[in-house]
C-alpha cells in the first residue's frame, strides 16, 4: 500500500475540560489544576520524543491540537510542546497548525503565545448562538463569549478561524438555527463545521430525552432541514461544502481533517489517540493515569489489543467510507494504486446501481449525492 | 418360567421435565458400573447437544445393564429411556409397553405434575407395575413426607416404600436398585412360542441402515431370519441382533423378555414404524401387538431457505432428519413470498422447535419458517371435503359450507393461586373448562376443551409467563368440530405476503391482525419511502400502521478516531441487511416471521 503524500499530520490529544458538556461521549475529564496540566504536557513531550525515534525523518505539514479542551492549558506549556515538535519532527514552513478552544477559556495573552508558537489556525466551539440552548447543553459560555472569543482571536492575528456549530439540539427551532448561522456568518469565519447534534448512550442529555423524558427528540425530518437550510445559507455566502460536515472559503478546506479523508498518514499523540502509520492502525491506551505511566516508563502507551489487524479489503472499506465523505468522492484510479486492485474486481457494479440516487459514478469518481449525504451510512456499508 | 428370564427386569423411568430422570438414569448407570465416572458425560442418555442443552430427551436411548444384587444374583437391567415431552406421548406408550415396570420419578421439592400425572396412566394403560422415587431429596426445600401423600392421594399407589433419593448426589441410588430386582416384576412369554416383538424405536445407521429397537415377547430372532412386519406387510432378512451396553454388542439371538437391536437393511426410520409388530416371515404370530397406531401430524409451517441459503441444502438436510423420525413428514411447496421451500409436519410445537433448531445447529442452515397452523376440515357446498393446513390453499369463501377446527382435550396443572390467570388465558383462546379438581390442598387441575390453533400458538409460553414457570400442560387429540374461522393477510406496502397468512378465529382476527402489523412496525426498517403495513380479511382492511419514511443515516463527525469505531457501525449495518428478505421494494428482517408468534405479556 502506498500513499501519494508522504507527509504526516499529527494530532495531540488534550482529554480535560473545565467542565464536560451533557452530550459528549469523547475522551475528556473535568480538571482545573493547572499542576495536572503541566505534568500532562511532560508526558505528550516524552511521547513525541519517543515517537520520533519510531518515525525519524518525517516531514509533517499538519497538527492538530484537539481535546477535550485544549486552550485550558496554560500557554506556556503549550508552546512547549509546539517547541518540542519543531525540535524532533521536519515541520515544514506553511505547516498547518490548529488548536480547538473553548471561548471562554481564550484571553489575549494566550492567543499571543500560540500566534508566536506558530499555531495559525483556530477551531472554536460555539456550537449556538442561543443563549437557553447553550446552558441547556451544558456548555461553560454563553454567546458574548463567543462574540468576544472570535474577535480576540482576529485580533491576535488568526486569519484562519473555524466555527463549530450544533444543530438537531431538543427544544431548537428552524427559526432559531437560521439565526445562529446568520450570526456565525456575519463573524465572516474562514471555515464552518456543522454537526448534527448525536444523542450518545450514557450521556446526560440522552438520559434526559430517554430515561427522564425532560426533552424530547427532534423529528428526523427537521434535523434534515435545518442541515440543508444551512448549506444553502453557507452556500450564498461564499462557502462551500466539501466535506458531510464542514465548508469552508475556498482555499481554507482543513488540510489535516481532508488526510482522515484521504487515507493519508497521521500520528497521534495523548490518551486514546489514534495513529495511521505505514498501513497499520492503533491506538494510544485510554487511561490518562496509564497514560502518564507508561511514559514514566518510556515506553509507547499503546496496549497490543489496541493495534488493528485489518485485511487489504477492510482497508479498502475505510478507503472507501472516508473517501465518499467528501463533495468530491473518491478517485477510481487513486483508489486501484493504492490497493493495486482493479476497483470493479472488488465491487460488483451492481452495488452501484442499486444505489441510484445517493451515489454517482462519473468517470474517475465516486461520490454521493446531496441526499446521498443523509442517509451515508447505508450506502457506505455497501462497501465495508 | 425359563431361568434367564427371572433375572431380568425392564423398566422405564417417567417424569415431568426438571424432576431429574436424566440424571437419575445417569447415576443408574455410574452405579452398575457400565461407564466409568470418567467417561461418563453429563446425562448419558441424552445424546444431541440440543437435548443436553434443553434438558429433555427427544430421542431416545436404550440400555442394557448387570446388576450385581445383595441376594447374589446378577440381574440384567434394560432401561428404556422416554421422550420427556407431550409431543411424543405415543412414542413414551410404546417404551413403556416394553416395560414391566415404570420407576415414576417425582420432584421431592415439587410433587406430582401433569406430565407425571399424563406419564402414570400411560404407564398403568399398558399394566406397569409402578415404583414412585422421590428425588432431590437433599435440598433444603424437599418435603418428602407430604409428597408421598400427594403421590398416594392423587396416583393412587403406594408410595410409602419409596426411596428418598438425589440423583444429583448419588444418595439412596443402591437401594432404589434393589427395589427394582423386588419391586418390578421379570418379563413373561415363551421363546420356542412364534415370534411376537415389538418396535419402540428405531434410528438410522450409515453402515447398517434402520437399527430397530425391539423387545421380545415370545420366540426367538438370530442372523439370517426372514422377518416381516406385520403393519406394514414388509419383509427383510435380520443382518445383525444385538444389546446396547451402551453401545451396540452383537449377540447371537435375542429370546422372550430380552430387549436389543435388529438390522435388516432396512432404508428409512419410516418403515420400521414405532408400535410396529416384528415376526418371522415363514412361521408368523397369528396376532400382532396391540396398540399401534400411525403417527399423525399435528401442527404445519413451511419452512424456507433463508437469504442467501440454497434449497437444495435445506432439501437435504430434511430429508437426512427424516430418514431418522418416522414423525416428520415434508413436501415441497412455493410461496409468492419466500419462494421455493418445504411443507413440513410435526407431533406438535416443541417438534417442529426442534427440528428447525436442528437445521440451524447441525446443518449449519439458515431457514425461515411461517406461522404454524394445525389441519382445518374444509366441508364445500358441494359437500367435498378437504383437509387444509396452508392458508394459501384455503378455497375461495364463495365455496366454503363451513369449516372445522381439531380440538383437544388440555390438562393444565398449577398452583391454586395461579388458577385464576389461567382461566383467563384458556378463556382468552376460547377454552371451555370441563371440570377442575383439587388434587392436594395447593395444586388444581383444570381440564379444558380447546381449540389446537390456539394452543400451539403461545398458549405454553403465556401458560408459563403467568405461572412463573410452575404451570404445566398435557393435551391430546379429541375432534373436529365446526368454527368460525378466516384467512387473514398480511399487506406489505399494499402487496399480500403470503408467508404471513394464517387462519384465524373470527372474534381473534382483529386483534391478532393488530398485533401483527404492530410488530412487524417495531421490526421493519425504515426505508426511503412510507411503508403501510396492513391486516386485511378477504378485501376488508382490518388494521394498519405505518413505517416512516427514514431521512436520515449519517455519522456526523469521523476524524482519526472514529474510524475504527465507524467500521464495526458499518459493518454491522451490513449484517443487518444481510438478514433481510426483499418483498417486493420492502425489506423485511428474517426474525419478523418468529416475531410474529411471540407471546407478548404486554398483550
Known sequence: ?384 | MSDYRKYIRNFSIIAHIDHGKSTLADRIIEKTGLVSKREMREQFLDNMDLERERGITIKLQTTRLVFNSKDGNEYIFNLIDTPGHVDFTYEVSRSLAACEGAVLVVDATQGVEAQTLANVYLAMDEDLEIMPVLNKIDLPSARPDEIREEIEDVIGVDASEAPLVSAKEGIGIEELLEQIVEKIPAPGGDENARLKALIFDSYYDNYKGVVIYTRIFDGTVREGDMIRLMNTGKKYEVTEVGTYSPGPVECEKLRAGEVGYICASIKQVADARVGDTITLADNPTEEALPGYKKVQSMVFCGIYPAEGEKYENVKDALEKLQVNDAAFQFEPETSTALGYGFRCGFLGLLHMEIIVERLEREFDLGVITTSPSVIYKVVKTDGTVLMVQNPSNLPDPMEIDHIEEPMVKADIMVPKEYVGSIMEICQDRRGKMLHMEYITKTRVNLHYDMPLNEVIYDFFDALKSKTRGYGSLDYEFSRYEPSKVVKLDILLNKDMVDAFSMIVHESKAYARGRFVCEKLKEIIPMHQFEVPIQASIGQKIIARETVRAYRKDVIAKCYGGDISRKKKLLEKQKEGKKRMRQFGTVEVPQEAFTAVLKYDDNK
Open chain 1, 1 to 384: 500500500m502506498t500513499t501519494t503524500n508522504n507527509k504526516l499530520g499529527l494530532y495531540l490529544h488534550v482529554p480535560f475540560c473545565r467542565k464536560k458538556c451533557r452530550y459528549c461521549d469523547f475522551l475528556s475529564f473535568e480538571c482545573n489544576d493547572d499542576g495536572l496540566l503541566t505534568e500532562y504536557s511532560n508526558a505528550l513531550i516524552r511521547e513525541i520524543r519517543l515517537r520520533y525515534k519510531e518515525w525519524p525523518y518525517r516531514v509533517v505539514d499538519s497538527i492538530f491540537i484537539g481535546g477535550g479542551t485544549p486552550s485550558i492549558m496554560p500557554a506556556e506549556d503549550m508552546v512547549r510542546i509546539i517547541d518540542e515538535i519543531r525540535e524532533n519532527f521536519l515541520v515544514d514552513d506553511d505547516c498547518e497548525i490548529t488548536i480547538e478552544a473553548n471561548p471562554a477559556t481564550l484571553s489575549d495573552e494566550k492567543l499571543d503565545a500560540y500566534i508566536s508558537a506558530g499555531i495559525n489556525r483556530i477551531s472554536i466551539g460555539v456550537q449556538s448562538f442561543d443563549n437557553t440552548i447553550l446552558s441547556m447543553l451544558g456548555r461553560i459560555h454563553d454567546k458574548n463569549d463567543a462574540f468576544k472569543a472570535i474577535r480576540m482571536a482576529k485580533r491576535a492575528g488568526f486569519e484562519n478561524i473555524n466555527i463549530d456549530l450544533m444543530f438537531g439540539i431538543p427544544g431548537q427551532t428552524m427559526k432559531k438555527w437560521r439565526d445562529t448561522v446568520r450570526q456565525c456568518l456575519f463573524l465572516e469565519p474562514e471555515h464552518i463545521s456543522l454537526y448534527s447534534l448525536q444523542l450518545e448512550e450514557g450521556t446526560p442529555l440522552y438520559k434526559m430525552v430517554h430515561t427522564q423524558k425532560l426533552l424530547t427528540e427532534l423529528p428526523p425530518e427537521t434535523d434534515r432541514e435545518m442541515y440543508h437550510d444551512a448549506l444553502l445559507m453557507l452556500q450564498n455566502a461564499g462557502y462551500e461544502q466539501y466535506e458531510i460536515s464542514n465548508a469552508a472559503r475556498p482555499g481554507y478546506e482543513s488540510r489535516h481533517n481532508l488526510k482522515y479523508w484521504s487515507y493519508r498518514e497521521y500520528l497521534g499523540f495523548g490518551p486514546g489517540a489514534s495513529s495511521f502509520m505505514g498501513g497499520h492502525r492503533f491506538k494510544n491506551c485510554d487511561k490518562v493515569l496509564e497514560y502518564l505511566d507508561f511514559l514514566k516508563e518510556g515506553l509507547p502507551p499503546v496496549k497490543p489489543e489496541d493495534v488493528e489487524h485489518y485485511t487489504l479489503r477492510d482497508e479498502m472499506g475505510i478507503y472507501i467510507f472516508t473517501g465518499l465523505r467528501k463533495t468530491e468522492g473518491f478517485r477510481i484510479s487513486e483508489f486501484e494504486n493504492t490497493f493495486g486492485e482493479d476497483f470493479f474486481d472488488v465491487y460488483d457494479p451492481e452495488i452501484i446501481r442499486n444505489l441510484r440516487g445517493l451515489l454517482v459514478a462519473e468517470g474517475d469518481t465516486i461520490r454521493l449525492t446531496e441526499k446521498g449525504f443523509d442517509v451515508s451510512n447505508k450506502v457506505m456499508a455497501a462497501f465495508v
